[in-house]
């Protein structure tokens, strides 16, 4: 095994690699990353990001594991190219033995969507745009997927675990509804999903956005990415009441996109049961959202319930609570 990245090989990475041909002007860490470390290359024509795995040096096992979804994203990102070329980076490198992936840097004014959003500014384009992405690349990959999305491993690890089943284990009362609902994911292995599909992988600018993080990526079940995305808006409504109506005119744009360009998960009571059971993963599970307060938290559970046991037919009638 080769030694992880540091911020003092990076250039001397890209050169080897062939992917710079002189030496950038500068690199530094990205922001924003957890499991893994980004940087930031920029050179006199170029802007580069390069983004690898961090081993949890305590764990040996989850190198391994971890390294296997470079290889996921890589694929996801070459994959995605090709459908949605303007939607995503493109991937420029890729080395396999240092599983490190190389792609083009977002312009410097670009913003984390979530952050967008956060500060109060709800674009409904971005809707739209994501949703007629999604669509595309659920559409696209049913016949036509390759073996490295194959793996469940990684969904169960980081959705299945720390959501579903611990709402399961500390929501008794709900275990059998939540559990069918991951039961279908697990058992509807349709098409690319891309498992992480929130405001938080996605860098927006004036009139375009850029969908990241595809680490997750498998062929499952298109609703968890329809209902991921949803959920998130749903908690945005309810932390940030006066922007409630834009957030539900980007989410009902989403929605009407991602049907328009041929989206597989058209079935809305299961989409809303899906994203109520994501709501109450985001109270009760392992990872609850930072920026709820206790009383925002308690009206995200009480919604993520209602919709767990199917009491809304339609999403206007979700944000309409
Ligand atoms: N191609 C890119 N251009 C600009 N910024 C990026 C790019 N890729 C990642 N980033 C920044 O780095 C952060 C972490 O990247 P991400 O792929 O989401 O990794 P992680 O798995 O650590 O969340 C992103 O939230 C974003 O701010
Ligand atoms: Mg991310």
């Given amino acids: 095994m080769t030694a992880p990245l540091t911020l003092d090989d990076v250039a001397a990475h890209l050169l080897a690699r062939g992917v710079l041909a002189a030496p950038p002007d500068s690199v530094s860490v990205l922001a924003g990353g957890v499991s893994g470390a980004t940087y930031l290359v920029t050179g006199p024509s170029e802007r580069l990001v390069v983004k690898q795995p961090l081993p949890f040096l305590s764990v ?48 410097a004014s670009w913003v984390e969507w979530r952050t967008q959003l956060l500060g109060g500014t709800v674009v409904s384009w971005a809707g739209t745009t994501l949703g007629s992405t999604l669509g ?13 999305f194959t793996s469940l491993d990684g969904f ?13 284990a500390r929501r008794t009362d709900l275990a059998p509804l939540v559990s069918a609902c991951l039961d279908e994911l697990l058992a509807a292995p349709t098409c690319f999903v ?25 062929r ?44 597989l998960a058209l079935d809305e009571p299961a989409v809303l049961r899906h994203t109520g059971a994501l709501l109450l993963a985001r109270v009760h599970g392992k990872s609850p959202t930072a920026y709820l307060t ?28």
């Avoid at 925002?296 to 944000?319: C, H, I, M, P």
């Fill in 60 to 107: 040996a096992d989850e190198w391994p594991a971890r390294m296997e979804r470079a290889a996921v994203e890589a694929a996801a990102l070459s994959l995605v190219g090709t459908l949605t070329p303007e939607v995503a980076p493109r991937l420029l490198d890729f080395d396999p033995e240092r599983f490190v992936l190389v792609m083009a840097a977002a312009p």
């Fill in 136 to 148: 595309r690349w659920h559409s696209a990959t049913v016949s036509d997927l390759p073996e490295v």
């Fill in 156 to 168: 169960l690890e980081l959705r299945g675990d720390p959501y579903h089943r611990t709402v399961a």
């Fill in 194 to 218: 891309h498992g992480d599909f929130s405001p938080k992988n996605v860098l927006i600018g004036p009139d375009s956005l850029w969908a990241l993080d595809f680490e997750v990526a498998h």
């Fill in 220 to 263: 499952g079940n298109p609703v968890f990415d329809v209902a991921f995305m949803l959920h998130h808006l749903t908690m945005k409504a309810i932390h940030l009441p006066a922007l409630a109506s834009p957030l539900e005119d980007c989410a009902l744009a989403f929605w009407r996109a991602y049907g328009d360009a041929g989206g």
């Fill in 294 to 321: 206790p009383a925002e938290a308690e009206q995200v559970s009480l919604l993520g319930e209602r919709a767990l046991r199917g009491g809304f037919g339609t999403l206007a009638e979700l944000f309409a609570r």
